[in-house]
């Protein structure tokens, strides 16, 4: 049994769509009979082929000039669906994908589940299933009452596959009405320079936790031995509260999932919130004083030592292997 | 300036979490504490409010049982009082009914120019609450703010993104969420603790809010949980200690797995 409709509340990282968004998309084709998908955003025309190779027929996009993206799409998802409701909308688990969907759950009324992992649908139902208690749980949960039924889904919870599909056809949508909200004004974009992959997409993560014991040993351990690795940095959340380093680096149940090849842990303890973020990554490497922290019991290969003496070294030696 | 802080009391998340085996609701009977997630908040509100040259900083907080010590932190910390939502109704509400009752309770404060929030609780996290009482109130949402100024009656944050921050700004009365590490949360004093005891803690049920019992809890949710299952487990591969060379059983596991 499937549904037959469902729509992706589509985003896009610069001329492209969000990794998440094929993601979300591999998914719903294989769910639903027929997949839609909903953009913010000046480009869609340039997203058109990719969204469309990966299951969508439709896109509806509308233009949000300076106004925060979510906004926008939480409105224009709820005039879409007085006209033409889903049964499903799936949104990324990401900044501009919970702000749409807060926004729209609240104009229809309806739950959202999040943070989900895993999607499958029950006779006419989806499930969502969502990881707990630092993964050790997984809990699964049926919509009630009436469609559509609203989910948010963590990124790298499925795989992006191609289907072949032609490209989607964009409906230009005419502007929404979203009150007081569209007051929320975008003044100016700062893009940091960033060397490597992109934390959810590198091969290879290289996170620093307290251990690490300062701000300043961040950049010449975790980045240093990321960038000779040709990977991206992460954080415990520890140091991301403690403003060493941004949000957007931390790994865990409140900050990101990644699934690297290689995952490096230095002075990472283990705490519950840190494992679940990083416990499907292929292989575990971790460094850490203490020989009893949890993040030994998930490690394929753990060492107990001082990152401030074996980091050093793995750096020398790695420049050494060339 | 006068503003809300919508704080959350949570099991100590150091202590590992349990969930009730009848409802599958998480475990909260036993003392909650001040999710950390929101320390940010509340330090952030008594920042801004002293350079606005006053006002009044209230905390907003659902919670089982009347619990207040997590509420006591924060009131230690500087906040002048306090709305607790506090009702049986309650129990299985969802991100949707949570963003309700405390919409309800920043109107029954009144006179609020701002709403902060943290991104997502700790125990929770469902990550939508912050818009949703934006939504709600009819009110623009700033979120996750790394960097907050309040001037001319508007509120601009530098706003997280994937590539790296916005600067994003809307007009007051508004709802900011802030990310964590956003300021450095100040230790109570001696003094303030003292003074916590007696702030005024406005105790209040889902009806005096104006809203029904269908509406929230496990009636306002809507879902239903039909599976709770361990993961499997992964196993631990090898553990040694570092006795100078450790470095070498890296780059020879890197080697083996063709990463260099």
């Known amino acids: 049994m499937g549904l037959s409709k469902i729509w992706v509340y589509a985003e896009a990282d610069g001329d492209k769509p969000a990794t998440s968004t094929l993601e979300l998309l591999t998914k719903a084709r294989e769910l639903g009979d027929s997949v839609e998908c909903v953009f913010v955003g000046a480009n869609a025309a340039a997203l058109a082929g990719a969204l469309g190779e990966h299951g969508a027929t439709k896109v509806h996009a509308i233009d949000n000039g300076d106004v925060l993206a979510g906004v926008i799409g939480g409105a224009a998802l709820a005039k879409l669906i007085e006209a033409d409701a889903p049964d499903l909308v799936l949104f990324a688990q990401t900044y501009d994908g919970r702000d749409a969907l807060g926004r729209l759950s609240v104009k229809l009324d309806r739950p959202a589940l999040t943070n989900g992992v895993a999607l499958l649908v029950e006779g006419d ?68 320079e960033r060397e490597g992959p992109k934390l959810e997409e590198a091969p290879v993560v290289v996170s620093g936790g307290r251990g690490i014991g300062s701000a300043e040993a961040y950049e010449p351990l975790v980045e240093e031995l990321a960038k000779l690795l040709k990977g991206a ?90 | 300036m006068n503003i809300a802080v919508c704080v959350k009391q949570i099991p100590d998340p150091a202590t590992p979490g349990e969930l009730n085996p009848d409802t599958h609701t998480l475990k909260r009977e036993g003392k909650l504490i001040l999710d950390e997630s929101d320390s940010y908040g509340v330090e952030m509100a008594l920042q801004l409010a002293e350079a606005a040259g006053g006002g009044e900083v209230t905390l907003v907080s659902m919670a089982p049982n009347n619990e207040v010590s997590g509420l006591r932190t924060a009131l230690a910390m500087g906040a002048a009082k306090a709305v607790l939502i506090s009702d049986d109704a309650l129990q299985g509400s969802d991100s949707l009914s949570t963003a309700k009752v405390l919409a309800k309770a920043v109107e029954r404060v009144g006179g609020i120019d701002l709403v902060l929030t943290a991104t997502e609780s700790t125990d929770g996290y469902s990550g939508t609450v912050p818009e949703q009482i934006a939504e709600l109130l009819g009110w623009p949402s700033l979120t996750f703010a790394k960097h907050i100024e309040i001037a001319d009656g508007k509120a601009t944050i530098q706003r997280q993104t994937e590539a790296g921050y916005d600067v994003v700004e809307a007009s007051l009365p508004a709802v900011v969420s802030v990310t964590a590490g956003v300021v450095e949360p100040r230790y109570p004093s001696f003094k303030g603790i003292m003074a916590a005891k007696n702030k005024p803690v406005d105790e209040v049920k889902v009806a005096d809010l104006g809203l029904s019992a269908e509406q929230v809890g496990w009636a306002g949710a809507r879902q239903k949980i039909v599976d709770v299952r361990a993961a499997p487990a992964r196993e631990a591969g090898e553990k040694i200690e570092d006795e100078g060379d450790a470095h070498e059983k890296i780059v020879a596991f890197l080697e083996q797995l063709k990463v260099i």
């Open chain 1, 125 to 192: 139902k989806p499930v969502v299933g969502t990881a707990i208690f630092g993964g050790n749980t997984l809990v699964d949960t049926e919509f009630e009452g009436e469609k559509p039924y609203l989910a948010a889904i963590r990124p790298k919870s499925f795989a992006a596959e191609p289907s072949g599909g032609a490209a989607a056809e964009v409906v230009a949508l005419d502007a929404v009405d979203a009150g007081r909200a569209a007051e929320a004004k975008v003044l100016e974009r700062h893009v940091e």
């Open chain 1, 233 to 322: 940095s992460g954080a415990s959340r520890a140091i991301v509260d403690a403003g060493w380093v941004p949000y957007a680096k931390q790994v865990g149940q409140t900050g990101k999932t990644v699934k690297p090849k290689v995952y490096l842990a230095l002075g990472i303890s283990g705490a519950t919130q840190h494992l679940v973020g990083m416990k499907g990554s292929d292989n575990i490497i971790a460094i850490n004083k203490d020989g009893e922290a949890p993040i030994f019991s998930v490690a394929d290969l753990g060492v107990v030592g001082d990152v401030h003496k074996v980091v050093p070294k793995l750096i020398e030696a790695l420049k050494a292997h060339g």
